[in-house]
């Protein structure tokens, strides 16, 4: 892993997929290893609304975080670094836009059934917060897969392998990318 030298300096990897797949995680490993800033777009929401995203939800509604994120993305899209998104960007057009516009995008594709045991009573994702996780996030896949598959130039599917085996994948990705 550290004998590839990977020219940093103009590579921005944006990372995309459902709730709990890794995005934070796997983005922070793969910041530290291109030397990048990580930016994690929930937590940028978080800071300039001064709330939690439970509080956004629960008194702005779900529409009004969604306007969060879009602008949001547009603030930090082409900053130099890796980015992390929420589950949900892909659901508006304009993203799909921004997403499209600023490659690598990065899939990071997880069954429901992977994730469920990983999110599953996590207080911090309202859209999980009632009802059975599974289900939802079957629901989430249903729509979500198609549009991360359209704005992916890597699909990296997470499951058995690990988080070092996954992050080398994506670094010979954004190799073989860069080239
Ligand atoms: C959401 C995912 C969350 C967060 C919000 C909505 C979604 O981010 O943006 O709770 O619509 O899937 P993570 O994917 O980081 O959990």
């Given at each position: ?9 103009s590579?921005?990897?944006?990372l995309?997929g459902?709730?709990g797949s890794?995005k934070?995680?796997i ?11 990580l930016?994690?777009l929930?937590?940028y929401i ?7 995203i439970?509080e956004i939800?629960?008194?702005?509604g779900?529409?009004?975080?969604r306007?969060?994120e ?7 899209v082409?900053s ?13 057009e304009?993203?799909?836009h921004i ?15 992977f ?8 207080s ?5 917060a ?7 996030l ?14 992916a130039?890597?699909?990296?599917p ?5 988080k ?5 994948a ?6 073989a990318?860069?080239?």
């Open positions: 892993m550290d004998d590839q030298i990977i020219d940093n300096q590579i921005s990897p944006i995309v459902l709730m890794g934070s995680s983005g922070r490993r793969l910041a530290g290893n291109l030397k990048l800033p930016i994690d929930d937590d978080v800071e300039q609304a001064g709330r939690s439970p939800f629960e008194q702005d779900e529409a009004a975080f306007q969060m879009t602008e949001a993305l547009r603030q930090i082409g130099h670094s890796v980015i992390a998104t929420g589950g949900g960007v892909v659901m508006s304009t993203n799909m997403l499209k516009q600023h490659p690598p995008v990065i899939w990071l594709k997880a069954s429901p059934e994730l469920t045991g990983r999110i599953e009573g996590d911090n994702r309202p859209l999980i009632v009802g059975d996780t599974l289900k939802k079957q629901e989430l896949a249903a729509i979500r897969y198609p549009l991360y598959e359209q704005c130039d890597f699909i990296l997470r499951g058995d392998m690990k070092t085996e996954a992050l080398q994506i670094l010979d990705f954004i190799y990318f860069r080239k």
